[in-house]
């Protein structure tokens, strides 16, 4: 029997619309193939009772006729609105909000001015634009309030980003776009101001005057490395990146410097866990800050034990190379039967606390890096962290504006007059470097090839004095003496 041109099955396929076939309808092959050719002419018929079939047992197996383009996938019925007023009632309608600043800054990790200052400089960037636009469904989207909010809980709790769905109305790819945006538009309009710059002025003075109280005259801060777990490190990466640190797990390491109020100033991220902090070191972008002027170290002339610097230092543990910028502890061996040697140990070990109090502070404020950090990209870790930093430095910036001044410990404090050096010992000696570092001339500004020379012997000349073994040790045995002098005055 020979199909006529009105019967074919397209026109079928126009009048019904027949779902892709799938492996539950093995029964429906076998029960056409079945058919007698006699009784071909009626097939058109038995399609529609087996299409009705075939329709009953994907709903009963929970897969719907119209599913979307994924076999499966459900359709959950947002309200977006109801989610942006309600976000408003809780934390956002100033005195009468359900929640007080108290709960704010507990689940949002910062103030609510920074939290302010945050929104509107991302306002409008990104996928934080205002939905004044209806959706294809007639709509309007989701408020950026929202989205911004889903950010915050994610790098507060470390949650799973579909956590926030039931109060907030969020997807979960929704989510994980507003947390990429997030970062990354966070370094872009802070990253300036509260990551990797030299202080100002203002700034160094205050640092400088809070250390001298502790003991420890010309100290910036201290320097030291943290691991941070990567959960879906590729296979590939997953031998460099296996260390000793957390169980042997996947890690990269962050390196950064931070002052006694926890105030991270530069930070260097992306090595392989399976470095140790001299690896992480050679090739520190805070080493390459140094020699490039970016961090400036150069201060005014001061005096520890009747010797006159112009530089500061940093405070660093045993494994570090003796550099004049590093001020290392002593062995406990070396220091059992010397007191004062001890005393000094015990001193330096204790103000080195303040990079271990900065990374504390940082894991335990935003838990989703105290959590195996579950990006399978690196510049997406690196972002989230960095985003974490500038939170944590705009807390802390907060937090010196409203005191005036650092948390000093009364045990050690003096009250100390900021007395003069007499610069007519000044004179550029020894234990200065930066008077001795050779400068690249105004004349060659106009030939690239001198300049370039110029600026390289610069460079070269600055690294000698900064890695000088012998500078270190001196500068040590100056703090030691100075230190036992302060005790035994007391």
Request: glycine share 8%.
């Amino acid at each position: 029997m020979q199909l006529g041109q009105d019967e074919t099955p397209l026109d079928v396929g126009q009048q019904r619309q027949v779902r892709p076939i799938d492996a539950t309808d093995e029964r429906l092959f076998s029960l056409w193939s079945m058919v007698d050719r006699d009784t071909m002419g009626n097939r058109y018929e038995l399609l529609d009772d087996l299409v009705d079939d075939s329709n009953e047992i994907a709903q009963y197996h929970g897969h719907g006729q119209h599913g979307g383009s994924v076999s499966g996938r459900i359709v959950i019925k947002r309200d977006f609105e109801a989610a942006y007023k309600r976000l408003c009632e809780q934390y956002f309608n100033g005195d009468e909000s359900l929640y007080a600043a108290q709960q704010f800054k507990r689940r949002y990790r910062v103030s609510p001015s920074i939290f302010e200052k945050v929104y509107q400089q991302l306002l409008g960037k990104g996928v934080f634009r205002r939905p004044d636009k209806l959706d294809a469904c007639g709509r309007k989207g989701i408020h950026p309030l929202v989205r911004m909010t889903a950010a915050f809980r994610v790098l507060a709790y470390g949650c799973g980003a579909d956590r926030e769905d039931e109060n907030l109305s969020i997807g979960e790819s929704t989510v994980h776009d507003a947390v990429k945006s997030f970062c990354k538009l966070l370094m872009q309009e802070f990253g300036d101001e509260y990551l990797n710059r030299t202080p100002t002025v203002a700034e160094r003075n205050r640092i400088l005057k809070h250390n001298k109280t502790r003991g420890f005259p010309g100290l910036f801060a201290s320097w030291d490395c943290k691991h941070f777990v990567w959960d879906n490190c590729p296979v590939a990466l997953q031998g460099q990146h296996k260390g000793h640190h957390a169980g042997g797990k996947y890690t990269k390491i962050l390196e950064a410097i931070a002052d006694g109020s926890c105030y991270i100033w530069f930070v260097h991220f992306g090595a392989p866990g399976s470095c140790n902090d001299i690896n992480v070191l050679d090739k520190s972008s805070i080493v390459g800050a140094l020699l490039s002027g970016q961090l400036d170290l150069k201060t005014e002339p001061y005096e520890i034990n009747g010797t006159i610097r112009d530089w500061m230092y940093f405070l660093v543990d045993g494994i570090y190379p003796n550099w004049a910028i590093f001020v290392k502890t002593i062995a406990k061996e070396a220091r059992e039967a010397t007191p004062h040697l001890d005393f000094y140990a015990s001193r330096q070990e204790g103000v080195r606390k303040d990079i271990e109090r900065a990374f504390g502070i940082l894991v335990k404020k935003f838990h989703v890096l105290a959590r195996p950090i579950r990006t399978w990209r690196e510049d997406d870790m690196r972002n989230i962290l960095y985003a974490c930093i500038i939170l944590h430095n705009m807390c802390c910036a907060e937090r010196l504006e409203v005191t005036g001044q650092d948390v000093v410990e009364t045990e050690y404090h003096d009250d100390y007059t900021d007395e003069e050096v007499n610069l007519t010992t000044a004179d550029g000696g020894e234990q200065f470097i930066f008077n001795r570092v050779p400068v690249p001339t105004s004349d060659a500004a106009n030939d690239m090839e001198t300049l370039m020379t110029e600026r390289f012997h610069r460079v070269n000349a600055l690294y000698n004095h900064l890695s000088d073994p012998e500078k270190h040790l001196q500068l040590r045995t100056d703090l030691v003496a100075h230190l036992s002098g302060r005790q035994a005055e007391k």
